[in-house]
């Protein structure tokens, strides 16, 4: 059975600091990953993908995958109280539907 | 509209009852998705259309559950003989392709509560 494994948080930073979120997979097949922020009450909104080993950037995120360890990361730099939310793990295998974790609440303190 | 409407927002019933609950997708896009949330849980996997026809219904839990897409469009997913087991947040989603290879865009939500 493929599985998402996240750590359920809550994660706490100082507003400032890089937040560091990690997610691990059991389907050594699983071919893309993905993260989405969950506001609480909300639906969630996709902020990031990645398909290749390393590293892909955009803005203050940065999601790393690491496809030996069946690995994926997410780092927020210059963490901001807006970011405060859980954050959802989710991989793909070729054009299954995406399995997602339980998700990590981020709480970022002024 | 522009986003995925789902309709109700909020419905409470008794245990054994039928619920229905609807989901209007962006417009063009092809595929649509049923996940269920439950409280301190991840979006988990019910069923998956491409056009009209049910791709991947591997998720659904047991044969009380149901979903259609007839006209490629809209959704609706139907719970018979309803349980308390099956109180969750209903979301639905839709993508302009397939489910690897974009985003998924969600709704708000049907948050359904068994009593």
């Known amino acids: 059975q493929k599985e998402v494994e996240q750590n359920s948080g809550p994660l706490s930073v100082p507003e400032g600091a890089i937040a560091s979120l990690n997610c691990t997979y059991s389907?050594?097949?699983?071919?893309?990953f993905f993260w989405y922020r969950q506001y609480s009450g909300k639906s969630p909104e996709l902020i990031m993908f990645?398909?290749?080993?390393g590293d892909k950037e955009d803005g203050r995120f940065t999601a790393q995958l690491n496809k030996a360890s069946q690995y994926v990361s997410l780092l927020i730099r210059d963490s901001q109280p807006s970011d405060s939310a859980t954050y959802l793990c989710?991989?793909?295998?070729?054009?299954?539907?995406?399995?997602f974790g339980k998700g990590t609440r981020l709480s970022v303190i002024a | 509209g522009a986003g995925v409407s789902q309709t109700p927002s909020n419905k409470v019933t008794e245990k054994g009852k039928y619920v229905e609950l609807r989901c209007d997708p962006i417009?063009?896009?092809?595929?649509l998705y049923w996940y269920r949330q439950s409280l301190g849980q991840g979006p988990e996997f019910l069923i998956y259309?491409?056009?009209?026809?049910?791709?991947?219904d591997s998720g659904l839990p047991n044969d009380r559950f149901f979903a259609v897409r007839p006209e490629g469009s809209v959704s609706t997913l139907k719970i018979q003989r309803t349980e308390r087991g099956d109180s969750a947040v209903y979301l639905c989603?839709?993508?302009?392709?397939?489910?690897?290879?974009?985003?998924?865009?969600f709704g708000e939500g049907s948050r359904l509560t068994v009593l």
């Open positions: 989603a839709s993508s302009l392709n397939g489910p690897g290879t974009g985003e998924l865009f």
């Open positions: 389907d050594r097949g699983s071919q893309s």
């Open positions: 990645i398909y290749s080993n």
């Open positions: 989710a991989g793909a295998l070729g054009n299954t539907p995406l399995v």
């Open positions: 417009s063009g896009h092809t595929a």
């Open positions: 259309f491409q056009g009209t026809g049910a791709a991947d």
